[in-house]
Nanobody, 119 residues
Framework: QVHLVESGGGLVQAGGSLKLSCAAS????????MSWYRQGPGKHRELVAS???????TTADSVTGRFTISRDDAKNTVSLQMNTLKPEDTDVYYC?????????????WGQGTQVTVSS
């Protein structure tokens, strides 16, 4: 099985920073795209940022300019640097990986890490 393990969440004051990391159990070159999602109580899970295996990056409008996604192939990790955090960023953040085999997508999820931003 593919395992994704998130770390780096915690409690931070508004305006502060956190860096989330996602460690994969296999080479991240096997994933077409890796992403960070977030979900809070009573809310749908939303895409925060993603990065493809060839380095193309996207971020949600709500975090553009504040969050940066990156990947470290040597460590099989993908990270999310979160700066200028706001209370509305409070959510459980999930690492996601997708591979495509014979035209079919396969999706893998981590257990999530809590990010709480106080005002």
């Amino acid at each position: 099985q593919v395992h994704l393990v998130e770390s780096g969440g915690g409690l931070v004051q508004a305006g502060g920073s956190l860096k989330l990391s996602c460690a994969a159990s296999r080479s991240i070159h096997t994933f077409a795209v890796m992403s960070w999602y977030r979900q809070g109580p009573g809310k749908h899970r939303e895409l925060v940022a993603s990065i493809t295996d060839d380095g193309r990056m996207t971020t949600a409008d709500s975090v553009t300019g504040r969050f940066t996604i990156s990947r470290d192939d040597a460590k099989n990790t993908v990270s999310l640097q979160m700066n200028t955090l706001k209370p509305e960023d409070t959510d459980v953040y999930y690492c996601h990986a997708q591979s495509v085999t014979l035209g079919f997508p396969y999706n893998y999820w981590g257990q999530g890490t809590q990010v709480t931003v106080s005002s």
